[in-house]
């Protein structure tokens, strides 16, 4: 089992930045991936960026550019720097990390950009 909590939503003006952070515990050698998904309401979630084990990245193109996913590995933790925000990246942000077996989630952090 792996355990997920994220921190760091808030409400920031467009333009802004925040930076979300994502703590795992538990089984986390069996880890592959970790990444940042978001759900809009009445929206279906959707994938934003991930990190893979030897750290190589993939972003969704609506953030690539504007977003940036690294992690720590001492601290077993991954964050999601998020710069120049929209009003369209009003979402609640979930954490993810995926082994050969599972995908896990967090509980989810509210991020609301004003205009």
């Known amino acids: 089992q792996v355990q997920l909590v994220e921190s760091g939503g808030g409400l920031v003006q467009a333009g802004g930045s925040l930076r979300l952070s994502c703590a795992a515990s538990g089984s986390v050698f069996s880890i592959n991936a970790m990444g940042w998904y978001r759900q809009a309401p009445g929206k279906q979630r959707e994938f934003v960026a991930h990190?893979?084990?030897?750290?190589?990245?993939n972003y969704a193109d609506s953030v690539k550019g504007r977003f940036t996913i690294s992690r720590d590995n001492a601290k077993n933790t991954v964050y999601l720097q998020m710069n120049s925000l929209k009003p369209e990246d009003t979402a609640v942000y979930y954490c993810n990390a995926k082994n050969v077996l599972h995908d896990y989630w967090g509980q989810g952090t509210q991020v609301t950009v004003s205009s």
């Open positions: 990190i893979l084990t030897r750290g190589s990245t």
